[in-house]
T-cell receptor, first 112, second 115 residues
Framework: KQEVTQIPAALSVPEGENLVLNCSFTDSAIYNLQWFRQDPGKGLTSLLLIQSSQREQTSGRLNASLDKSSGRSTLYIAASQPGDSATYLCAVRRDYGQNFVFGPGTRLSVLP | GAGVSQSPRYKVAKRGQDVALRCDPISGHVSLFWYQQALGQGPEFLTYFQNEAQLDKSGLPSDRFFAERPEGSVSTLKIQRTQQEDSAVYLC?????????????FGQGTRLTVV
């Protein structure tokens, strides 16, 4: 059974810092991995999707990497801003037609 | 529609009451998922549809939970005889048919509070 963990559980940084969020999964046979952002009381917003054959994806100040063999993904946020404050969730999918398995999330606070 | 739409956004139910939660996926999206998210935790899988077929319901916590998608578009999650432990945010997601570059898009969720 796939299990996903995220470290740290919470993170507080001053504005402008670069930071890394970590996601680990136990079964390396994945189809893709998706990073989401969730603001309080809101749904999930997709940030980046990495296919199993890819090693990284970039969107603006965000960069996500994937190391399938070690069961890890990282989300790098450059030059953090107070508007980046949210919970960040990673989810892995075993195959098309299979559900997503989520980690518990990292709660990020960026202080002005 | 432009995104996944869920209704109602908030629902307060008395214990023992039946509730129905609705999900309108993105038009043309074949796959639809329901998730349950407890406070401070990641979403937990409930059930999955491909068109009108319910292919996986292994995450439904009890036989009080029932989901349907009769015409392969709108889906309803029904909870019978609600209990306090059913209080959570219920999220719906949809995806297109496609390969591993297929993103999942989530709705805003329905926050259910059982009192």
């Amino acid at each position: 059974k796939q299990e996903v963990t995220q470290i740290p559980a919470a993170l507080s940084v001053p504005e402008g810092e670069n930071l890394v969020l970590n996601c680990s999964f136990t079964d390396s046979a994945i189809y893709n991995l998706q990073w989401f952002r969730q603001d309080p009381g809101k749904g999930l917003t997709s940030l980046l999707l990495i296919q199993s054959s890819q090693r990284e994806q970039t969107s603006g100040r965000l960069n996500a990497s994937l190391d399938k063999s070690s069961g890890r993904s990282t989300l790098y946020i450059a030059a953090s801003q107070p508007g980046d404050s949210a919970t960040y969730l990673c989810a892995v999918r075993r195959d098309y037609g299979q559900n997503f398995v989520f980690g518990p999330g990292t709660r990020l606070s960026v202080l002005p | 529609g432009a995104g996944v739409s869920q209704s109602p956004r908030y629902k307060v139910a008395k214990r023992g009451q039946d509730v129905a939660l609705r999900c309108d996926p993105i038009s043309g999206h074949v796959s639809l998922f329901w998730y349950q998210q407890a406070l401070g935790q990641g979403p937990e899988f409930l059930t999955y549809f491909q068109n009108e077929a319910q292919l996986d319901k292994s995450g439904l916590p009890s036989d009080r939970f029932f989901a349907e998608r009769p015409e392969g578009s709108v889906s309803t999650l029904k909870i019978q005889r609600t209990q306090q432990e059913d209080s959570a945010v219920y999220l719906c997601a949809s995806t297109q048919v496609g390969g591993p570059n297929t993103e999942a898009f989530f709705g805003q969720g329905t926050r259910l509070t059982v009192v």
